[in-house]
């Protein structure tokens, strides 16, 4: 499953910038849709994820500034970054669990994104 990630680029402090994934149609069903991001130098860490129920979980460093979503009609999740700062710099990863039934679940990544923000 190929995850489709954009949106990322190069932002000024303050600015914003909104990334956007899209899973491709299958015979699975869509559970958990989130991102990640890795610095340079630093391990990965949950940005923001949402249930299939609608229950959302942010990291603390984003709070109130970034706000996920998801259009299930769609397929696709998104991220809004708002009042972005410098060490908000990193490869942003969706990524994804797809329940294929019968108790078997599988996550899948995004090749990632840059968001760059500049001070």
């Known amino acids: 499953v190929q995850l489709q990630a954009s949106g990322g680029g190069l932002v000024q402090a303050g600015g914003s910038l909104r990334l956007s994934c899209t899973i491709p149609?299958?015979?699975?069903?869509?559970?958990?849709m989130g991102w990640y991001r890795q610095a340079p130098g630093r391990q990965r860490e949950l940005v923001a994820d949402v249930s299939s129920g609608g229950s959302i979980n942010y990291g603390t460093s984003v709070k109130g500034r970034f706000t996920i979503s998801r259009d299930n009609a769609k397929n696709t999740v998104y991220l809004q970054m708002n009042s972005l700062k410098p060490e908000d710099t990193a490869v942003y990863y969706c990524r994804v669990d797809l329940n294929y039934g019968v108790g078997y679940e599988e996550n899948y990544w995004g090749q990632g994104t840059l968001v760059t923000v500049s001070s």
């Open positions: 149609t299958g015979v699975y069903i869509i559970d958990s």
